[in-house]
């Protein structure tokens, strides 16, 4: 599990072709990498992958051909900057909110606009993806956790301070560039709750309005 609070931003410095697969190269001078381990998790622009090889100044991890189609790791090439967020520990402290990893889909930035001291993204998502995206609720684009500020069809709006923009590589974004999503896990949960037999003794939409929840 991750937090969406980036700690550091690498560079791929390598992507080697593995039988048919592909392993990436990945340096960063913001984090400890003699504190990690082989087999532990790193969230890389928001997706969970797993090193496989240790250095002073970055590690080695293999990426899966589904994980390079259904993500934009597949468009990154050597010298990328990439978001980073290594593994939560219990004890620490959760800044943004829960996040797994586990892209749900791509979108598309629309625009990228200057709001006083703040850059405003709208972005494109799939139709079927917008069920999940609430206004002021929680989304994860490239393992930076954010707020929404509001949702049209298929596409959402959302501020990025400075100091987010500074230090990640949301500050980069244009029109065109294609990003990872991942919607709340509390969203998902609610949809499956709400999806069971209305007969069962479980979570029903009357259930939420009865306890004003809805």
Not at 99 to 125: F, P, T
């Amino acid at each position: 599990m991750f937090t969406g609070i980036v700690q550091a931003r690498g560079t791929v410095t390598a992507i080697d072709d593995v039988r048919g697969d592909v392993s990436l190269s990945i340096t960063s001078s913001q984090l400890p990498f003699a504190d990690y381990a082989i087999g532990d998790s790193i969230s890389v622009n928001g997706v969970c992958l797993t090193a496989t090889r240790l250095r002073d100044d970055g590690f080695d991890t293999d990426v899966s051909n589904e994980t390079l189609s259904i993500t934009s790791l597949g468009g990154l090439d050597v010298g990328s900057e990439v978001n980073l967020e290594p593994s939560l520990s219990f004890g620490d402290r959760l800044g943004g909110h829960l996040v797994s990893g586990h892209v749900d889909c791509m979108g598309k930035v629309l625009s990228a606009e200057n709001d006083a001291r703040s850059l405003r993204l709208d972005i494109e998502i799939p139709e079927e993806f917008t069920r999940y995206v609430a206004k002021k609720g929680s989304i994860c684009i490239d393992g930076v956790s954010l707020t929404v500020n509001g949702v049209s069809g298929n596409t959402f709006d959302l501020n990025i301070i400075p100091h987010t923009a500074e230090t990640t590589t949301i500050g980069s974004y244009e029109a065109g560039t294609k990003v990872n999503i991942e919607v709340d896990l509390l969203a998902r949960y609610i949809e499956r709750l709400l999806a069971r037999d209305t007969d069962s003794d479980g979570v029903s939409l009357e259930f939420l309005k009865a306890h004003g929840y809805v």
